[in-house]
């Protein structure tokens, strides 16, 4: 036996079979091995579905193809690196504009949704389309839908999922004087038929909170569609002894609803809830007394088992009034990838890694943007007792997982014009005292593209690594926080002789809504791409 062979090592593999190997690993432990000797690091130099994949996970997306998908590693590669650059550029470019009836505006796999409550229609509409096919292909008149005779019927809530082609619609039908039930529709958004991958066309809720002394008028409601889960918040107006209360379903298998949240003493009101890494519940709620405002972070992987409490997160603030803004899961189902052409590649944010933004009512109005994935992590560390969720003190969590933003000229807006998508945020900031005119400023909270930007010599914009402090009349004491981001502002300002609105946003568009001058009722809304080189692309 020769015993002066040399023993086989990674460096006698041909680069294939390395690839192969790495293609088992995540990107950092890729990073890892290439990094050891320079073999290895030529072998990732020389491959685009190592890179792909590092880059993929790095910008924490996924990606979204046709089940005959005929596009490259190479190009898809290319494809995401264009929309990083796209963003890091940040010069807004307007391509389309058109008129829109108001209502309530959501925005997801690209497309529009507007729920007009008053007189009950709801529409959607694609925003990649030509102007002359950018009409809606999709509207509902709840006056045309087919109900039982005598029956009172209003729809309360209204959600779209494109990414599912799911439409969904919450109806409150009193049965008698003491009880009123609670019903969720579900159709196709394309067809108007039945979804074929639900469980049931009805979810129905039998014992709903709401007493026999609150009237219909003045109970409130809130569906929310995330990926196969179906959540519908329940409360009644500021002076109602009824306690609020969040269901979730699994629309997609069948079982009864799990009752997640009730008010309890000594909550006040909650004010609103979002779904973070699929399997945790985010409650927002305002305390009574002079308690501070919190958020309870509730723990439900197994609906088939008890909603479990992780912990309370104390903020720094008494508000009147607060909100959640929040991307939706794009779970693309199966007939929506089989419709798309052999060539389309799309990337939205994983589900497991986002952001939120909690607005507090002002004025003078600010946001504190979360990332979840430290959140849950400080929340799921340190000593638990069982049965019991820990109470974290504002400084325990809130500097390290946060950033609080305000706009940079004092005005009387109760509301921030700031919107949230994956580790992105847009806002519309006004320049002047006014409000007539904004600029529209991009921050960006993901590590991997901050470093590229702080490596490109043609970056415009700032990296914000230090801690900053605000100082604002609803705050018991002075915000730190300390979540680094890189922020690029626009040159271009918005004029606006009406109000604005709103601006919300995608990872390929970005939409501006205004007040129409000629109606109070309309809504006047740009369409447009993260910068010229987007734009062209179209």
Known sequence: MDLTKAAPSLHTLPVEILCYLFSFLRASSILSCTSTCRYLRKALDDSSALQYTIELEAQKMVEVTAPDAMSS?????????????????????IVNQFLQPGGEVSMSFGHLSIWDDHPQIAQIRALDSSPSESQSYRCWNADSYPMTKDTPYRVHSVCMDPSQDLFAFVV???????????????????TSEPHPLAASEILISFKPHISANCHIDQTKMKLKIWGDRIVLL?????????????QIWNWQEKQDFKCIYREQEPYGKMDDCCIVNRDHLIVSSRMTGRL?????IISFSDLGEPPVLVAECILPFRPEGTFLRHSQFVTISPDIRRSMGSRDTYFY?????????????????????IDTDKLLTTCQSGIHVEGQGRVLPWKEWGPNCSRCIVDPVPNS??????????GRAVHAAPNDVSCMSYSLRMYDFNKYRISRAAASKGFRGRIITEPSTVKHQQLDEEIVTCLPYMVVVDDERIETA???????????????????????????IDVAKPSPMAARGQ
């Open 292 to 296: 501070p405002c919190r958020l309870g």
């Open 234 to 246: 329940t409360f009644c107006d500021e002076y109602s002894a009824c306690p609020a209360r969040i």
């Open 172 to 190: 409150i039908e009193p049965n008698h004087m003491a009880e009123i039930s609670c019903r969720i529709y579900l159709e196709t958004l394309s």
């Open 498 to 524: 009406a109000n604005m609105i709103d601006v919300t946003f995608d990872d390929e568009n970005i939409l501006i809504i205004k007040s129409s001058e000629r109606d109070e009722n309309e809504f006047v």
């Open 73 to 93: 590693p190479a190009e898809r590669l290319e494809i995401l690196r264009n929309q990083m650059c796209s963003w890091q550029a940040f010069k807004p470019t």
């Open 349 to 369: 944010p994983d589900a497991k890694n986002q952001l939120i933004a909690l607005n507090v009512d002002g004025p003078p109005s600010l946001v504190v943007i």
């Open 413 to 422: 807006l109760f509301v921030l014009r700031l919107e949230v998508a994956g």
